[in-house]
């Protein structure tokens, strides 16, 4: 595949979401078979951290009300910097008053 941008920018948008796509697949094999071997070559020096390695990782899930009060959780978080916010401008424009009328006097 040619390394010119110019190449890329005139290909069909659809073929380079293709060739977009194979390429991040071929990546995710690359790192599989590059963390199969580094873990085949730890396991002659420490086979239990090995074997703990090969575990699946681990799957998360959450329910619909976990999500939910995840959501509210955001969004009162949002509220609370948006009020800090609020105050340190508010602070900022006070000070840059007061301090424009003490040059004026």
Do not use: C
């Amino acid at each position: 595949m040619p390394d010119n941008e110019d190449w890329f920018n005139s290909i069909d948008p659809i073929l380079y979401a293709y060739m977009r796509a194979h390429w991040e697949e071929d990546q995710e094999e690359y790192y599989q078979i590059s963390r199969n071997l580094s873990i085949l070559t730890g396991s002659f020096y420490n086979p239990t951290a090995a074997k703990a390695m090969l575990k699946p990782e681990a799957d998360f899930h959450s329910s619909d009300e976990d999500f939910e009060k995840s959501m509210e959780m955001v969004k009162e978080d949002k509220k609370k910097n948006q009020n800090k916010e609020k105050k340190r401008i508010r602070k900022k424009r006070l000070q840059a008053e007061a301090t424009e009328l003490k040059h004026n006097k």
